[in-house]
Structure formats: structure tokens, C-alpha cells
T-cell receptor, first 115, second 112 residues
Framework: DAMVIQNPRYQVTQFGKPVTLSCSQT?????MYWYQQKSSQAPKLLFH???????NEADTPDNFQSRRPNTSFCFLDIRSPGLGDAAMYLC??????????????FGDGTRLSIL | KQEVTQIPAALSVPEGENLVLNCSFT??????LQWFRQDPGKGLTSLLL?????REQTSGRLNASLDKSSGRSTLYIAASQPGDSATYLC???????????FGTGTSLTVIP
């Protein structure tokens, strides 16, 4: 059974048209991550939530925002997508403990195309 | 800042061969290291997690080792199969920042 679910699997949007990607989890993990991955590159962390605390990476464009209304759901909003934002977007979760020796669990990703 | 490097970037082997993938990291202050598999157009599947206090982990034909002091990990795949063809990524979780740092991966092709 899928534990980290991303919808949709494929998303096409127009240049400049806002788009929202969603992620849900059944693991009850307190940490959720959003990564951007371009072809043949490592996943790049955009931001993460530690419980309700939002952590933005310094080089994440202002164009990208995130919402986490509850433990199970997290959204990635791209306000005005540009051609350079076409990529695979990966959601991951983990349970942060005292020593943080917990694995990450990934969804299957949403591939975003910009027309 | 932690930097993770994987060598080689691509590897092609005949079926049945044993192989080793390498991962190195610059900051040895890590909590754990995780190896993932990624098939084309898909998300990441966790293969093995090694905690900082461990030296190795095994799962089936896979064995991962960790030498934290030298900043190195290896993933050993025994008796490779065409179904093992994928990109393999390693990621380290550091003591600061509460995040994982990824390598760029090794693209493995196992030839029948």
C-alpha cells in the first residue's frame, strides 16, 4: 500500500499560471519534505516542515510556497511557473526522533511540464 | 556545507557480476546514510539505512557499508540482474539542519 501519495503524477500548466501539487501520507510522520529534481541531477531540497515549523532553504525561489494544513497533507504552490521550473517534484516524510535515525519515505513524484 | 559525491556516474556490467557503488561525503558528523533506488520517471525507493553507529547493513543481495571517519560508504550488489538496472542514490542526514544531502547518483545498467 502506498504510504506517501503524490497527486497528480503528471501536471501540465501554462507559463505563469499558478499550480498546486499535493502530497499525503499515512505514516503519521512529523517531518515532510519537498524536493525538486531535474534530469540527471540530485534531488534538491526546497523546504521542509518539522511538525508545523516551516523551514525554507536559502536558495528556494520566492515563487515556491508550501502549506501543511495537518499532519497528513502538504502542498507545493508555484505562483508563476517559468520554463525553468519544469522538473520532477518529490515529496518525502520521516519521523524525527532524538537521534534522527529514521529513513525517509518518498512518493512517486509529480512530473511538472510548462507550456 | 555537506557535499556528497558518487562515483562512477554510470556503470554497465554483464548479468551475474558482483559490483560496488561508491558514495563519499565531506562532513562526517552524520546521523545516518541511506541508499535509494530510482527507476526512470519514478520516485525514490529506500534500499538500506545505516545508522552512524553501524558499520554495515544487509538486505538480500545488497550490502551497504559505512566508514564515517573517512566519509565513505559502499553499496555492494551481488549477482547482478537486469532488473537491478536503475539509478542508485545515497543521502546523508546531518547533525545540523535536519535535512538529507543527496549525491547525484550512479546509473547502473545490467546487460542480459
Amino acid at each position: 500500500d502506498a504510504m506517501v501519495i503524490q497527486n497528480p503524477r503528471y501536471q501540465v500548466t501554462q507559463f505563469g499560471k499558478p499550480v498546486t501539487l499535493s502530497c499525503s501520507q499515512t505514516l503519521n510522520h512529523n517531518v515532510m519534505y519537498w524536493y525538486q529534481q531535474k534530469s540527471s541531477q540530485a534531488p534538491k531540497l526546497l523546504f521542509h516542515y518539522y511538525d508545523k515549523d516551516f523551514n525554507n532553504e536559502a536558495d528556494t525561489p520566492d515563487n515556491f510556497q508550501s502549506r501543511r494544513p495537518n499532519t497528513s497533507f502538504c502542498f507545493l504552490d508555484i505562483r508563476s511557473p517559468g520554463l525553468g521550473d519544469a522538473a520532477m517534484y518529490l515529496c518525502a516524510t520521516s519521523r524525527a526522533g532524538g537521534t534522527n535515525n529514521q529513513p525517509q519515505h518518498f512518493g512517486d513524484g509529480t512530473r511538472l511540464s510548462i507550456l | 556545507k555537506q557535499e556528497v559525491t558518487q562515483i562512477p556516474a554510470a556503470l554497465s556490467v554483464p548479468e551475474g557480476e558482483n559490483l560496488v557503488l561508491n558514495c563519499s561525503f565531506t562532513d562526517s558528523a552524520i546521523y545516518n546514510l541511506q541508499w535509494f533506488r530510482q527507476d526512470p520517471g519514478k520516485g525514490l525507493t529506500s534500499l538500506l539505512l545505516i545508522q552512524s553507529s553501524q558499520r554495515e547493513q544487509t538486505s538480500g543481495r545488497l550490502n551497504a557499508s559505512l566508514d564515517k571517519s573517512s566519509g565513505r560508504s559502499t553499496l555492494y550488489i551481488a549477482a547482478s540482474q537486469p532488473g537491478d538496472s536503475a539509478t542508485y542514490l545515497c543521502a546523508v542526514f546531518t547533525n545540523t539542519g535536519n535535512q538529507f544531502y543527496f549525491g547525484t547518483g550512479t546509473s547502473l545498467t545490467v546487460i542480459p
